[in-house]
Structures are given as C-alpha cells and as structure tokens.
C-alpha cells in the first residue's frame, strides 16, 4: 500500500514530527497549506494537526478533502500541550465530523511552545489563558512555555505505517532516539 503524510503546522512541532515519521517511513510529506496533492491518490493517509485555540488547525482541509480521508484507513496524529484524554477528545469532535473520526487511529504527541516565537496575538491569548487558568502546571505552561517534543513518541505510528505497507520494521531498524 502507498501512503503519504498531509500536516499542517504553525510553530514547527508538527511539522518536526511529519519529517521524522517520514523519514523512519519513507512516506512523503506534504504541508497542506502549501502542496496542491491530492489525497485521493494514496492508499492510505497520515495526517498531522496542531490544536490551536481547541481546534485541529487544518480542520477545513480536512472536511474538504472528506471524500477521500473517509474512503482510506488513516492515521491521525495531533500535536499539543495537552496530552491524550477526555479534553484532547472533545476538542477533535469539535472540529471534525463523527464519521471521519471513527475510521481514524488517533496518536496525541505533545509539542513545544516558546512564548517568544509566538505572534503577538497568539502571545496575549496564552497570556489571558495562562493567568485564568485553575491548573497550575498547566497556567505556568502556557505563561512560560514547555517542551516535550520526542521522536520517540512516533514509534507507534511508525508500527501501524508498517503493518499498513505489510512490512515488519523491528524497533531498532527505525532509528528512533529520543530527542
């Protein structure tokens, strides 16, 4: 089976990821605010999002392109401060449709966040949520900043690829090392 990964990214961390799942895959990686492919011609699709504001960033690409996600196994990965959970859930069923989410295989990595390499209004909105926030850990992540990137965390992702492609990639043949 071919496959490819469509990501789309604003600070980086996605589009981090995508690299490394393409490289320990051989898939190729396409930007979806950039690249004009069309995902109708893979067998199957790998697809990267932030969440930004409590949405998956390329949630419009995704209802537009519908038609061909929904028709092929696919592999969604989102990328965030959140990890897996309750309100990493909601979120996704708030931006996507059911059917597209219940054919997906979902994989939370966490990502980075430098409040200096933010724009300025992303800047003052973590600002505002950072000091309304009731979670401490969470309030100072998003005042201060954290990172948790590890290419590590794609080594589930890399499997299922694998059984996808019926190839057998042991663990250590993905040269996966952490950070």
């Known amino acids: 089976m071919e496959g490819a990964i469509f990501f789309s990214s604003r600070y980086g961390s996605t589009a981090q990821y995508a690299q490394w799942i393409g490289e320990a895959t051989d898939l190729p990686a396409f930007d979806v605010d950039e690249a004009r492919t069309d995902p109708s011609g893979y067998d199957f699709l790998v697809l990267g999002s932030p969440v930004i504001y409590h949405k998956l960033m390329f949630h419009k690409w995704a209802k537009k392109n519908f038609a061909s996600i929904s028709s092929k196994p696919t592999i969604l990965f989102s990328v965030s401060g959140a990890g897996a959970g309750p309100k990493l859930d909601d979120w996704i069923a708030g931006c996507l449709p059911a059917e597209l989410i219940s054919h997906?295989?979902?994989?939370?990595?966490?990502?980075?966040?430098?409040p200096a390499d933010l724009g300025w209004y992303d800047r003052v909105m973590l600002i505002i949520g950072g000091l309304k926030n009731p979670d401490p850990v969470a309030s100072r992540e998003e005042l201060k900043g954290f990172d948790?990137?590890?290419?590590?965390?794609?080594?589930?992702i890399v499997e299922m690829i694998a059984q996808l492609q019926g190839d057998k990639i042991a663990g250590s043949e993905m040269h996966l090392a952490s950070r």
């Open 104 to 114: 997906m295989e979902h994989f939370a990595l966490r990502g980075r966040q430098n």
């Open 148 to 156: 948790y990137m590890d290419k590590s965390s794609i080594k589930p």
